[in-house]
């Protein structure tokens, strides 16, 4: 089953990998940090890109890149190291718009 849900895993990230590749523009990035019942810090990432559609039209698609347990402080610079590794895995270090 593990190895089902690994895999499972893989193909799911190519696809999302490939889908962000082919944006129209720049990627965004939206982050939130979650404490869990034991106060260990969580962090989400999204992404938000333009998808072109085979008809032509332009579509607003968004996913979930990373549900990621911060380990270590949760300042500044920890956090942008985290984020940056996150956004290398899908390889979107080029493409996403800064932020201000």
Known sequence: ????????WKQH??????????SEGAILVTADIWLDCNRRPY???????I???TSGHLALET????????????????LAKVILQLLDHVSI????SPVI
């Open 1 to 8: 089953l593990r190895e089902m849900i690994l895999v499972s």
């Open 13 to 22: 990230m190519d696809v999302l990998r490939a889908d962000l590749s082919r």
């Open 43 to 49: 962090l989400g990432v999204t992404a938000h890109w």
């Open 51 to 53: 998808k072109k559609l």
């Open 63 to 78: 996913a979930l890149i990373a549900f990621h347990r911060i380990l270590g402080l949760h300042d500044g610079q920890n």
């Open 93 to 96: 270090m080029m493409k996403v």
